[in-house]
């Protein structure tokens, strides 16, 4: 009886034993096959940068049908999309495209230089949603990448030619500004060949540093940019990267031509200018009040 029962005892045990193993290898196995499966998952984020892959976003290229169909049928439409004329932009393109940046051997080949200047000025004439890296890819029919390096290589061809757009103007510019001034004033205004203001350029965010003091009377996040032009609307110098809160007189204290009028200006020549700057003998402003603010009136 006792011989019995103690062989049961010990069967029983044993088939404990062995199902309590069985589960631990079991509960072992499952867990290798998790850290398998995770090792896998960790690999492929490291190699695509990709966490959840949502295949392909179908885009049609819309400068093809700029540069072509637009560029010689239609003003309207072409500077509708890229804020330029057409014959502005066969001048940017002529004095890009033989920069090295555009001329980099490499797999996969860059997009054509036109298309790569018309995705930049496309994105640079548009504001909020509509110049994000997402709306743009989707008009150029490209990745979201190949805009910012677009971007990237016509910022860089066009800062290589800045001093070859941006100087002042020669004796016949000059002259030709004088009597554009004469023409549609009087002559003893024609000295006054070219003027100053200043414009706000909205930025997409708030800057994380010091972020009020982009804030501008028109209540958005800005840069501060004062331009000096001819009347022909030729940029001759300009002041960038002022917060928008600055005053258009501050930003235009720290250019060239306000620093050394002498080397731009001849004695007799001076610049027109708005209330907003203060009165020079070179900077001059023609209604200094407006005339709301004349008692009588």
Request: glycine content about 6%.
């Amino acid at each position: 009886m006792h011989s019995s029962s103690s062989t049961s005892n010990s069967s029983s045990t044993d088939n404990s034993s062995m199902s309590i193993a069985s589960s631990t290898n079991g509960s072992l196995d499952g867990h290798l096959s998790v850290l398998q499966q995770l090792r896998q998952f960790l690999t492929a984020l490291l190699e695509t940068h990709v966490l959840f892959s949502n295949g392909p976003i179908p885009k049609v290229s819309q400068p093809d049908l700029v540069l072509t169909w637009y560029r010689e049928t239609g003003d309207k439409q072409f500077q509708h999309n890229l804020q330029v004329k057409p014959s502005t932009f066969d001048s940017i393109l002529w004095f890009i495209e033989g920069d090295p940046v555009f001329m980099s051997g490499g797999s996969p080949s860059q997009f054509p230089v036109e298309h790569q200047l018309a995705i930049a000025l496309f994105r640079f004439g548009h504001f909020r949603n509509v110049a994000s890296v997402e709306s743009v890819s989707q008009w150029a029919g490209c990745s979201a990448g190949a805009v910012v390096t677009c971007t990237q290589h016509v910022m860089q061809a066009l800062t290589a030619c800045h001093d070859l757009a941006i100087c002042p103007p020669n004796a016949s510019e000059k002259e030709y500004a004088k009597q554009w001034v004469e023409a549609v004033s009087c002559p003893a205004w024609q000295d006054g060949f070219c003027m100053v203001d200043g414009t706000l350029v909205p930025l997409s965010d708030k800057p994380s540093l010091c972020g009020e003091g982009y804030y501008d009377w028109k209540c958005n996040y800005s840069l501060s940019v004062t331009i000096v032009n001819t009347p022909d609307c030729h940029i001759v110098d300009y002041i960038a990267g002022h917060c928008g809160s600055a005053h258009d007189s501050t930003v235009f204290a720290e250019s060239s031509l306000a620093l050394k009028p002498e080397v731009w200006l001849a004695p007799n020549e001076f610049v027109w200018a708005d209330s907003a700057y203060s009165l020079q003998n070179w900077c001059i402003m023609p209604y200094h009040r407006p005339e709301h603010n004349i008692p009588v009136n």
